[in-house]
């Protein structure tokens, strides 16, 4: 059973970053060689309790990043945030698993300040792979039953880019609440994934509450372009900051937070693909397109942007 369980989640973790070629390590790696961050998640069922922790080198982060800036750009904070977000989309889809067969977990929110405790009765997970000189690594102290991995089963609650998924540190009895993954590496001008995902924002949308809406000033709407986004990547400040705007290229509007976050954009394929605003940050940004004019509005701020698409 455990063995089922490591190849589950060698699995997961290479479905979450399929750009990268991985090589499994028959052994832990030096951690004193390099600058190393850890993620905690706990995880609790019925017959089970455990500690999960993502474990990768700074230089692995870095190059993983799916914000702009480059490999070595990216700020600790950023890079933290980042470990905490593939720790969510590796035991999300561990999660999403066991859904299908009926037995369900409670995965909490990361934590970075922790170290495992373990005790006589604790049985130990381990797997480590290399990228290049970089590193990243799943380790879980399991007390309790291992639950049964099993088969795969045709689904929407797989975790991929783009897709709606339950929060994952959402109580096991709740009512559901959504949130939509940034598409981080899918492409969002596919018009099969873009009406998958309109007809989710809609659902999505009639699912919230009026407490969860900001009053928005009005802005015409395009003919298609009815759906809000919400990122679910952030950086856990309690007060993000909009510190700068910029808007060069009529493709890339890129924002700019304290927390050393920036996120980036294109609003015209934003437009193409049915989204007509979005949140980041706690900030709602919104689009419209008039003729060759592409407009953007932080309604919050009170900051109005236009763009025209016409060649020069």
């Known amino acids: 059973m455990q063995k089922s369980f490591e190849s589950f989640m060698e699995d997961a973790l290479l479905k979450s970053l399929p750009e990268l070629t991985l090589t499994r390590l028959a052994?832990?790696?030096d951690l004193s060689k390099s600058l190393t961050l850890m993620a905690m998640l706990d995880v609790n069922s019925k017959d089970l309790k455990a500690q999960s922790f993502i474990i990768a080198s700074a230089e692995f982060l870095q190059k993983t990043c799916p914000l702009p800036g480059g490999s070595e750009d990216h700020t600790t904070l950023v890079i933290k945030d980042?470990?905490?977000?593939?720790?969510?989309?590796?035991?999300?889809r561990l999660k999403n698993r066991l859904l299908a067969h009926n037995i369900t977990i409670k995965i909490s929110a990361p934590r970075f300040d922790s170290a495992p405790k373990t005790t006589k009765n604790s049985q130990s997970i381990t797997l480590w792979f290399q990228a290049e000189q970089s590193f990243i690594g799943f380790e879980c102290f399991v007390e309790g039953t291992i639950p049964k991995i099993g088969d795969e089963i045709k689904q929407t609650a797989e975790i991929l880019p783009g897709d709606a998924i339950y929060r994952l540190n959402d109580p096991?009895?709740?009512?559901?609440?959504?949130?939509?993954?940034?598409?981080?590496?899918?492409?969002?001008?596919?018009?099969?994934?873009?009406?998958?995902?309109?007809?989710?924002?809609?659902?999505?949308?009639?699912?919230?509450?009026?407490?969860?809406?900001?009053?928005?000033?009005?802005?015409?709407?395009?003919?298609?372009?009815?759906?809000?986004?919400?990122?679910?990547?952030?950086?856990?400040?309690?007060?993000?900051?909009?510190?700068?705007?910029?808007?060069?290229?009529?493709?890339?509007?890129?924002?700019?937070?304290?927390?050393?976050?920036?996120?980036?954009?294109c609003p015209t394929t934003l437009l193409d693909a049915g989204t007509?605003?979005?949140?980041?940050?706690?900030?709602?940004?919104?689009?419209?397109?008039?003729?060759?004019?592409?407009?953007?509005?932080?309604?919050?701020?009170?900051?109005?942007?236009?763009?025209?698409?016409?060649?020069?």
């Open 27 to 29: 052994e832990k790696p």
């Open 82 to 92: 980042w470990l905490g977000e593939l720790g969510n989309l590796i035991m999300g």
């Open 172 to 265: 096991v009895n709740a009512p559901p609440s959504y949130d939509l993954i940034s598409k981080i590496r899918s492409n969002p001008s596919d018009q099969a994934e873009s009406d998958d995902c309109e007809e989710t924002v809609d659902e999505l949308e009639a699912l919230a509450s009026d407490d969860d809406l900001e009053t928005q000033a009005p802005v015409p709407p395009p003919a298609k372009a009815s759906g809000s986004v919400r990122l679910l990547f952030h950086s856990n400040s309690k007060a993000p900051s909009l510190v700068g705007v910029s808007w060069s290229q009529s493709d890339r509007l890129l924002l700019q937070f304290r927390s050393g976050l920036e996120y980036a954009f």
């Open 276 to 312: 007509a605003s979005f949140e980041v940050e706690g900030l709602t940004v919104t689009f419209a397109r008039e003729g060759d004019v592409i407009k953007a509005s932080i309604p919050k701020l009170n900051m109005h942007f236009s763009k025209s698409t016409r060649a020069a």
